[in-house]
């Protein structure tokens, strides 16, 4: 059972424009069924995790209704309007903790940390990540929400062209000695 950060970014490192925008994500040519796409990821996921930005975006985007059938862990310090269907849980602070109960819930699958980057910065700063995937898309954004705000070390594991996007997927490497 693993964690992960799957995401797309532009190639300058940015997963959203500075007003939390990704229509310039959404234009972009995928096949949903092909290399390292959404739909195949998603089915060996049991559990998720997103930061209170990532989680308002979605609200707004599906106007309430909730899209993941998976127990959701959203973290925030404030009272946040829950979807009226959907398995949701504000939670804040540590995410080690968190984290615990997402293993017990996924039960054999996954956990699937949506993001943003700083929140996947929190679970390797925890040694709870366990792989990132990137799906960069071709263009730069110069500025907006980032990647992955730490330094670590990755291996490549996978790479691959879906349309449009350069697909990487990586292992963070816990226990090497690198220096950024
Ligand atoms: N390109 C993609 O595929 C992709 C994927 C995911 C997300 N996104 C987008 O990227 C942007 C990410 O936004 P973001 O960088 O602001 O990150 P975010 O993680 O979505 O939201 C950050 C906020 O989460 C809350 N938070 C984070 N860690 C916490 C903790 N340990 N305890 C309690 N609260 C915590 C804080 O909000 P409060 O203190 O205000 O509660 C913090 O300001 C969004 O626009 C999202 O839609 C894009």
Redesign the pocket.
Known sequence: MATHF?????LDG????DD???DW?LSQDIDQDGPMAYQGFERGIGALA?????????MR?EHGAWGYAQPTW?????D?ERPEVGDVRF?????AAAHATMIDAAADKDVWV???????G?FADAGLLDEVWV?F?PLTLGS???LLPRALALELLEVARNRSFLCGRYRVVKDGDFRA
């Open positions: 799957y995401t797309a970014s532009s940015f997963i959203a424009t939390h925008s990704l994500l997103m930061g209170a930005s990532t989680y308002e975006w979605v985007h959203v973290f925030t310090h404030r946040l939670v804040q602070g540590e995410v949506v993001g943003g980057g700083e929140l996947a929190q799906q898309a907006g929400a980032p």
